[in-house]
């Protein structure tokens, strides 16, 4: 087949048909921890699960194709994906990181150069003169993005940042779980390396903890995964079964992922309780021409401040209906959760504070529930 496939007929089909054995359609779980070999002496593909499996390798050609890499690895988790990258830096190389990233890239980062493994910036990457500033004056080995951030759901110009690293010869790392393949292809954008964690969107459903790194380069890949295999982060054959079995609907969920997320920026925007709605699907969001301009889509996350700080936060909790309160995200189910005291809570309160992470601001993940039923049960917590 010449012509190049969807994203929906990427995701449906892979591995269908691959069973050579018995012609099996879906393709079959293996389990095996090892692999007998055929012959003597005779090198082969799969020989022991933790270095190659073929159920892993149809998730990770998946999601290759999907993001358009060179080669994928399926790791245990987000912090596993997150943790092979840093595994390929060297003593005293120096990174570049959102002063806004996820609380557990803050927390592996800082802890790496405390005990004088790496350098580290947290910066403000919106403003890309201090940022090109700060690249140029820091020269450094790793520019690591998030966009959307969370919680805040800012958007970053990746092309932009993209030519900036370039000019110091820096790799350029994007965590793109908040928006998945489905709706942002950074490497299209000139990242030379996508990071998820599968445990969200892609798988969708809350019951597997998983993560993913796609290279742009085959000798990124190659580097990347000779660590995967070296440091044992791959991921589970059964793991990547059912995060296989999540990613064939990923884009209709998407779909309807935003449709609610987008419903709830909107009651909350009208809502005298809420002193501010981050959604970059909300045309005064600070992001939303970057969003449009680099996104699929707008997504199904969405934070908002409420006024009164905590003990208003305190009073929706106890109050909101069909939203369960948890860390993680994407899922079929609707979250809600309190960052200054869950994802976020390794930083310290002054870092909350330039963060933008105040003791009033709540993070949803929008699930796959019905719009009106949503919109009542966020109804509740704000009477």
């Not at 997150?82 to 060297?90: F, K, P, R, T, V």
């Not at 958007?155 to 000019?167: F, G, L, P, R």
């Not at 994407?330 to 930083?347: K, N, Q, R």
Request: charged share 20%.
């Amino acid at each position: 087949m010449s012509k190049k496939l969807n994203k929906d007929t990427i995701s449906s089909r892979a591995g269908i048909e691959t069973d050579k054995g018995h012609g099996s359609v879906v393709p079959p779980l293996y389990l095996s921890s090892n692999f007998a070999f055929k012959k003597f002496g005779k090198e082969q593909k799969y020989d022991y699960t933790r270095s190659a499996n073929p159920t892993r390798d149809i998730l990770a050609s998946a999601l290759t194709q999907l993001e358009g890499g060179s080669g994928g690895i399926i790791t245990s988790s987000g912090m596993s994906a997150i943790s092979l990258i840093a595994s390929i830096l060297e003593i005293n190389d120096r990174v570049i990181l959102p002063h806004d990233c996820y609380g557990g890239t803050f927390r592996l980062f800082s802890s790496l150069e405390e005990k004088g493994s790496l350098n580290t910036r947290f910066i403000d990457q919106s403003n890309l003169e201090e940022l090109n500033a700060n690249i140029q004056e820091y020269k450094p080995t790793l520019i690591w993005i998030e966009t959307p951030s969370n919680p805040l759901l800012q958007s970053v110009d990746i092309k932009t940042i993209c030519k900036q690293a370039k000019q110091v010869k820096a790799l350029v790392a994007v965590d793109n779980t908040f928006l998945s393949p489905a709706l942002q292809n950074p490497l299209k954008l000139g990242a030379d390396i996508v990071i998820h964690s599968t445990t969200k969107y892609i798988n969708g459903h809350s019951d597997v903890v998983g993560g993913a790194v796609i290279a742009k380069e085959k000798e990124t890949f190659d580097k990347i995964n000779f660590w995967a295999n070296n440091l044992g982060l791959t991921g589970a054959p059964f793991d990547s079964y059912l995060t296989l079995r999540g990613l064939r609907t990923l884009s209709l969920r998407m779909k309807t992922h935003e449709k609610n997320a987008t419903a709830l920026a909107q009651v909350l925007s009208n809502n005298k309780k809420v002193k501010t709605v981050y959604y970059p699907g909300l045309e005064h969001h600070s992001s939303h021409e970057i969003a449009k301009k680099q996104q699929n889509g707008f997504g199904g996350m969405l934070s908002f401040e409420l006024k009164g700080g905590l003990p208003a936060v305190e009073e929706f909790f106890k109050k909101v209906k069909c939203f369960s309160l948890a860390e993680s995200l994407g899922g079929f189910e609707s979250l809600v959760c309190h960052p200054y005291t869950m994802t976020h809570a390794p930083l310290t309160d002054k870092e909350k504070e330039v963060s933008g992470i105040t003791q009033g601001l709540i993070r949803i993940s929008a699930g796959l529930e019905d719009m009106d039923d949503l919109i009542s049960g966020l109804k509740k917590g704000l009477d």
